[in-house]
């Protein structure tokens, strides 16, 4: 009776698995005069495939701007597919990139960090192929998006997550935008989803510090634009507040919004428009398209 009930609860479980894994998400709208890529393989690492999709315009006569666009879900769950909203980057003339990386399940820290290094590295190293100017990369995410966004830009050249992937050049993106990221996992070790992802190295103080994102910036590090909910239950607020007040010490451009009362990215239609048209404004001030 017990093996007769396990097994059901067993093919229960692996049929929740496989719906989960057959979500169906609307497909990115894109202009007819782009060319799509979906599920390019930009990196293998023990029978793992990097994904990465893809849009890109190959017509136009000078190089594009790209933006990377990095899922979010606490480094445990979460899909690239799950990304679809990028028309205002087509409309802005941007070509976009939308990657996924290994989730804890398959790798703990700092899998996820190695993984984005690679996809960025990829753009650099197909730049000409895909008509792209890798002087105006934008790396966004959200939340743990958010952070993987911060650790790819503000490491810069420095190759201690690039174990898996090299680039002989300066790596340099031109602006980051990070979305309610988190930015110090010291003070979040408690987290279930930040313990979980740190694994076995959960004490290890040091490389706590080399996995968060505020340890890196220096006077060279790229302009960044933050947007953060005051009342976010799940990434503290001031982990947003001391990013900022780090960057302006250091006399990094940087654009904090707060959104009043918002939560972790709920936030209200007028919400998002306002981060929409200042984002599009910080953007505007540093790249041209």
Same mark, same amino acid.
């Given at each position: 009776?017990?093996?007769?009930?396990?097994?059901?609860?067993?093919?229960?479980?692996?049929?929740?698995?496989?719906?989960?894994?057959?979500?169906?998400?609307?497909?990115? /709208?894109?202009? $007819?005069?782009?060319?799509?890529?979906?599920?390019?393989?930009?990196? $293998?690492?023990?029978?793992?495939?990097?994904?990465?999709?893809?849009?890109?315009?190959?017509?136009?006569?000078?190089? #594009?701007?790209?933006?990377?666009?990095?899922?979010?879900?606490?480094?445990?769950?979460?899909?690239?597919?799950?990304?679809?909203?990028?028309?205002?980057?087509?409309?802005?003339?941007?070509?976009?990139?939308?990657?996924?990386?290994?989730?804890?399940?398959?790798?703990?820290a700092p899998a996820a960090i190695e993984d984005i290094r690679c996809a960025l590295i990829y753009l650099y190293n197909n730049a000409k192929k895909l008509n792209?100017?890798? #002087?105006?990369?934008?790396?966004?995410?959200?939340?743990?998006?958010?952070?993987?966004?911060?650790?790819?830009?503000?490491?810069?050249?420095?190759?201690?997550?690039?174990?898996d992937c090299t680039y002989d050049g300066k790596l340099k993106v031109a602006a980051i935008i990070n979305k309610y990221g988190l930015t110090d996992l010291k003070?979040?070790? /408690?987290?279930?989803s930040v313990n979980r992802w740190l694994g076995k190295k959960i004490h290890d103080i040091d490389f706590i510090s080399s996995v968060s994102p505020i340890n890196?910036?220096?006077?060279?590090?790229?302009?960044?634009?933050?947007?953060?909910?005051?009342?976010?239950?799940?990434?503290?607020?001031?982990?947003?507040?001391?990013?900022?007040?780090?960057?302006?010490?250091?006399?990094?451009?940087?654009?904090?919004?707060?959104?009043?009362?918002?939560?972790?990215?709920?936030?209200?239609?007028?919400?998002?428009?306002?981060?929409?048209?200042?984002?599009?404004?910080?953007?505007? #001030?540093?790249?041209?398209?």
């Amino acid at each position: 009776m017990i093996f007769k009930y396990g097994l059901s609860l067993y093919f229960i479980w692996i049929f929740a698995l496989s719906f989960a894994q057959q979500k169906d998400y609307k497909p990115v /709208k894109f202009p $007819e005069h782009y060319t799509a890529q979906i599920d390019v393989i930009y990196k $293998e690492i023990d029978g793992w495939e990097g994904r990465i999709d893809l849009y890109t315009n190959n017509v136009s006569d000078k190089p #594009t701007p790209i933006v990377l666009n990095i899922h979010g879900g606490g480094w445990n769950h979460g899909e690239k597919e799950s990304q679809t909203g990028f028309g205002s980057f087509f409309k802005n003339g941007y070509a976009v990139a939308n990657v996924a990386y290994r989730l804890v399940d398959i790798a703990p820290a700092p899998a996820a960090i190695e993984d984005i290094r690679c996809a960025l590295i990829y753009l650099y190293n197909n730049a000409k192929k895909l008509n792209i100017d890798t #002087t105006k990369i934008v790396v966004i995410g959200g939340s743990a998006g958010g952070h993987l966004a911060l650790m790819a830009g503000l490491l810069g050249d420095n190759t201690t997550y690039d174990a898996d992937c090299t680039y002989d050049g300066k790596l340099k993106v031109a602006a980051i935008i990070n979305k309610y990221g988190l930015t110090d996992l010291k003070p979040l070790v /408690k987290s279930k989803s930040v313990n979980r992802w740190l694994g076995k190295k959960i004490h290890d103080i040091d490389f706590i510090s080399s996995v968060s994102p505020i340890n890196y910036v220096t006077k060279k590090s790229p302009p960044i634009f933050t947007v953060h909910g005051d009342a976010d239950p799940i990434v503290p607020y001031k982990q947003s507040v001391k990013l900022h007040k780090i960057l302006i010490d250091n006399k990094v451009t940087s654009k904090f919004l707060t959104i009043p009362n918002g939560k972790h990215g709920k936030f209200t239609e007028e919400q998002n428009k306002l981060y929409s048209s200042m984002m599009w404004e910080f953007l505007k #001030t540093i790249i041209s398209t």
